[in-house]
């Protein structure tokens, strides 16, 4: 497994961005794909997965704003975010389980700037 992401960057309080992973290895089973972010000094914590049966679950702190899609047959996901706020700035993790396995993208910083 080897995750990529992209798209990260800076942007306007209240613009949107979006983040994509893609998986550029093989792997048998995935069980959900999502993303963390974590910040200096914080936890990791979950932002939004998606499911192998399509559903998606989010941080109570992202409802309404961001939107998490995948791919399957690309191994990819895409976490669309708008409305984006000053304490969304973090570093943002692709995250792939298969199992009791978990693996773990680079990171792509997004800043949102007041």
């Known amino acids: 497994v080897q995750l990529q992401a992209s798209g990260g960057g800076l942007v306007q309080t209240g613009g949107s961005l979006g983040l994509s992973c893609v998986n550029t290895?093989?792997?048998?089973?995935?069980?959900?794909m999502g993303w963390y972010r974590q910040t200096p000094g914080k936890e990791r914590e979950l932002v939004a997965r998606?499911?192998?049966?399509?559903?998606?679950n989010y941080a109570d702190f992202v409802k309404g704003r961001f939107t998490i899609s995948g791919d399957s047959a690309q191994n990819t996901v895409y976490l669309q975010m708008s409305s984006l706020r000053s304490e969304d700035t973090a570093v943002y993790y692709c995250?792939?389980?298969?199992?009791?396995?978990?693996?773990w993208g680079q990171g792509t910083l997004v800043t949102v700037s007041s």
């Open positions: 995250n792939l389980r298969s199992g009791w396995d978990s693996y």
């Open positions: 290895g093989t792997i048998a089973r995935i069980n959900r």
């Open positions: 998606i499911n192998s049966d399509g559903s998606t």
